[in-house]
């Protein structure tokens, strides 16, 4: 049973940073798609970021492009927020698969996070 644990995320002023983490367990595949999406209240969950673990280059959403930066150790995912703004603010997830070429839609991926609360205030 895979299984992802999200945690990281918070509060905080506009400008500043948050790291959100996911620890992934009981899979026995690896390198492996990780991927992050977000969700506003009322608004679709959308595309962030995603990366092979097998060290393929990342992609990220226009909307973070250059503040926003994935990694990942052993088994656990990271996705490191700069520069967050108040429409950064929604719930974060982070969610894996075992095929590749990553997705970039979350029917791509199987298994998800709880995800995280990110509220940026300005």
């Known amino acids: 049973q895979v299984q992802l644990v999200e945690s990281g995320g918070g509060s905080v002023q506009a400008g500043g940073s948050l790291r959100l983490s996911c620890a992934v367990s009981?899979?026995?595949?690896?390198?492996?798609?990780a991927g992050w999406f977000r969700q506003a209240p009322g608004k679709e969950r959308e595309r962030v970021a995603s990366?092979?673990?097998?060290?393929?280059i990342p992609q990220y959403a226009d909307s973070v492009k250059g503040r926003f930066t994935v990694s990942d150790a052993k088994n656990t995912v990271f996705l490191q927020m700069n520069s967050l703004k108040p429409e950064d603010t929604a719930m974060y997830y982070c969610?894996?698969?075992?095929?590749?070429?990553?997705?970039?839609?979350?029917?791509?991926?199987?298994?998800w996070g709880q995800g995280a609360q990110v509220t940026v205030s300005s």
């Open positions: 009981g899979h026995s595949y690896r390198p492996y798609c």
């Open positions: 990366h092979w673990t097998g060290g393929a």
């Open positions: 969610a894996v698969d075992s095929r590749f070429p990553c997705g970039w839609t979350p029917d791509k991926y199987n298994y």
